[in-house]
C-alpha cells in the first residue's frame, strides 16, 4: 500500500451524520485523487488535487466535499446530501513531473451508512 | 470519448495453465496503459505500465502485458498461473491533456483454481 495511509479501516454511521475520511501520504506527491468502488462498477473518480489549496469534482463528486491544506493530506468528508454513501473509498497519490505516472493507493475505508 | 473496457467480468484458469486477461482502450493521442491488481478488502496494487517502448512490458509477480497498437489492446498474461493469482484485475488508461486522471476498467475477476 506505499506510502499512503487511510483510516479508519472501517466506519459505521447513521443517516444523516457527515462523516470525513483521513488520507495521509509521505511520498511527496503533488497529485491526490478519491475513489469510490461498488462492486461490478470498478473505480469512479470523486475529486482530485493537482496541488495544494487546489482541487477538482470528478464524475461523481455531488454529495462530497474535500480540502488540500497540506501536501500530505486530503481529507474527503461524506454529507448527507450523498444519497448512497455505502462504499469502499480508495485515496490514491500521484507525481506530477517526471516518468513515473502511476497512481500509488491507500488501503481504503469501508464506509457504512444505516 | 476516452473509455477502458474489460470485456470480461470473470476469468477461470487452471493452476499451472497460461492466464490472459483482456483490456481495450479509446483514447485520444497516445495512450499511457496500467494494469492494477486488488485482494479483498484491500487498496489497489500497481502490475506494470506501458508508456512508450517495447510493446512487451515485464511486471510484478511474472506478469507481463502486451501494447497491441492496432487493436487498441493490453492484455495481461502469464505463462503458469499461481492460486495465489486469484484477486481483482484492473486496466487503466491515461491520455494526453488527461490532468493526470486515470480511466478505468471495471474489473476481472481472475479464479485460479487447483
Known amino acids: 500500500d506505499g506510502g499512503i495511509t487511510q483510516s479508519p479501516k472501517y466506519l459505521f454511521r447513521k443517516e444523516g451524520q457527515n462523516v470525513t475520511l483521513s488520507c495521509e501520504q509521505n511520498l511527496n506527491h503533488d497529485a491526490m485523487y478519491w475513489y469510490r468502488q461498488d462492486p461490478g462498477q470498478g473505480l469512479r473518480l470523486i475529486y482530485y488535487?493537482?496541488?495544494?489549496?487546489?482541487?477538482q469534482k470528478g464524475d461523481i463528486a455531488e454529495g462530497y466535499s474535500v480540502s488540500r491544506e497540506k501536501k500530505e493530506s486530503f481529507p474527503l468528508t461524506v454529507t448527507s446530501a450523498q444519497k448512497n454513501p455505502t462504499a469502499f473509498y480508495l485515496c490514491?497519490?500521484?507525481?506530477?513531473?517526471?516518468?513515473?505516472?502511476?497512481?500509488?493507493f491507500g488501503p481504503g475505508t469501508r464506509l457504512t451508512v444505516t | 470519448a476516452q473509455s477502458v473496457a474489460q470485456p470480461e467480468d470473470q476469468v477461470n484458469v487452471a493452476e499451472g495453465n497460461p492466464l490472459t486477461v483482456k483490456c481495450t482502450y479509446s483514447?485520444?493521442?497516445?495512450?499511457?496503459l496500467f494494469w492494477y491488481v486488488q485482494y479483498p478488502n484491500r487498496g489497489l496494487q500497481f502490475l506494470l505500465k506501458?508508456?512508450?517502448?517495447d510493446n512487451l512490458v515485464k511486471g510484478s509477480y511474472g506478469f507481463e502485458a502486451e501494447f497491441n497498437k492496432s487493436q487498441t489492446s493490453f492484455h495481461l498474461k502469464k505463462p503458469s498461473a499461481l492460486v495465489s493469482d486469484s484477486a481483482l484485475y484492473f486496466c487503466?488508461?491515461?491520455?494526453?491533456?488527461?490532468?493526470?486522471?486515470?480511466?478505468w476498467g471495471a474489473g476481472t475477476k481472475l479464479i485460479i483454481k487447483p
Open positions: 506501458y508508456i512508450t517502448g
Open positions: 483514447v485520444s493521442g497516445n495512450p499511457y
Open positions: 487503466a488508461v491515461r491520455w494526453q491533456d488527461s490532468n493526470y486522471q486515470l480511466i
Open positions: 488535487s493537482q496541488i495544494v489549496n487546489d482541487f
Open positions: 490514491a497519490s500521484s507525481p506530477t513531473s517526471g516518468r513515473e505516472y502511476e497512481q500509488y
